[in-house]
């Protein structure tokens, strides 16, 4: 298997405070380790690109977007919310972070690459049509799943999120989309706090208490997610790839571990190589304790380089 992995420089420099969570660390950490392993020396490297405007307004709404760019700012933060701040390199980071899947899901269906893994940050899960919240600015794996459906002429696809917070702005985005399957695993009651979808036959949300651990997660994900996909029946896997269910991670209460990381990455390469012809986009989302977010990011990446 071939496997495109995307980053860029300016993924470092989106900075929201010293003691934010969600900072340029992570990428560092994770690239020591993959480097540590010998992953980096299999991949494909590109660099990510910035998003055209065209394909940001498929997911969302053109006074949303004119507002970031109003408010981005010249010197120091301007704040969206309590948790969700920019600096002068956020922009471009955030454009780049969705110009990665972009460009990832061409070199998937141009037959490039098996599949691709994005390295970015900002994250984008959270981000709805019209709010940028939860550090998400862009949602990066809806426009890579609306370009496939847009530009590829894709007819069914489906989003497969595992970060332990629910993906509020993907569900929102797409929630009355018939072409978009979205499966979700989540620690609920949590942050964003959105209530569960049960009117929509595309929506197949796996809400987990506190102190789920990984076999509960694997009976859960797997009886609800994988009989949802075989009806679905979809061209193309899109993967928001959080880490932050770890049971190290500081933000949630999961126990989730680097084996069950491992085991739902195999099992969403298995599924997309028995029928969707190995097809898998997959972007980075959360993950805040830095050795448990690289390892990982490191067992998901030897799944999708292994086939």
Known sequence: MSTALLTHPVFLQHDMGSHHPERPARLEAIHQVLAARGLLSQVRPYEAPRIERAALLRVHRPEYLDQ????????????????????VHTLEAAERAAGAAILATDLVLRRKVDNAFCCVRPPGHHAEAAAAMGFCFYNNIACAAAHALAVHDMKRVAILDFDVHHGNGTEDIFRDDPRVLFCSSFQHPFYPNTPIDHGHSTIISVPLPAGTRGMEFRDAVGSAW??????????????????????????????????????ISEEIVRFARNHCQGRIVSSLEGGYHLTALANGVAEHLSCLLSG
Not at 68 to 87: K, Q
């Open 68 to 87: 970031l760019a109003a408010v981005s700012p010249r010197e120091g933060y301007a704040f969206i919310d309590p948790d969700t701040a920019m600096n």
């Open 226 to 263: 994988f009989s949802a996909l075989e009806r679905f029946a979809p061209e193309m896997l899109f993967v928001s790839a959080g880490f932050d269910a770890h049971h190290d991670d500081p933000m949630a209460d999961l126990m989730l571990n680097e084996r069950d990381y491992a085991w």
